[in-house]
């Protein structure tokens, strides 16, 4: 049984930095590809980025900016989201999720395991 349990989230003033983990458990193999999704009241769950294990591969979401960065390091099924130059556009619950195999990174229906949630929210 898998889980995923994301941490980091917080209130955070415009302009500043943050970084959001997300921790796997109850796999017996490193999941094939973990990755970040987010969700603005009102609106759909948005990719964000995503990191495979074979090769190493980042994929970001093509509405995302270099003010994000994904990185998976540490333990295996370790991930996290460096952001930096925060808006108030960036509030949003971030969803960690992954998959045990790599297909369509950007489509959430990929990815079989979902975190909980962390609450990111941005004020000016």
């Known amino acids: 049984q898998v889980q995923l349990v994301e941490s980091g989230g917080q209130f955070v003033q415009a302009g500043g930095s943050l970084r959001l983990s997300c921790v796997g458990s109850?796999?017996?193999?490193?999941?094939?590809?973990m990755g970040w999704f987010r969700q603005a009241p009102g609106k759909e769950r948005e990719f964000v980025a995503s990191?495979?294990?074979?090769?190493?591969?980042?994929y970001y979401g093509e509405s995302m900016t270099d003010r994000f960065v994904i990185t998976r390091e540490g333990a295996p099924n370790t991930i996290y989201l460096q952001m930096r130059a925060l808006r108030a556009d960036d509030t949003a619950v971030y969803y960690c999720?992954?998959?045990?195999?790599?297909?369509?990174?950007?489509?959430?229906?990929?990815?079989?395991?979902w975190g909980q949630g962390t609450q990111v929210t941005v004020f000016s």
């Open positions: 990191y495979t294990w074979r090769g190493g591969y980042p």
């Open positions: 999720a992954a998959g045990t195999r790599v297909s369509n990174m950007g489509d959430q229906r990929s990815y079989a395991y």
């Open positions: 109850g796999s017996a193999e490193p999941l094939a590809v």
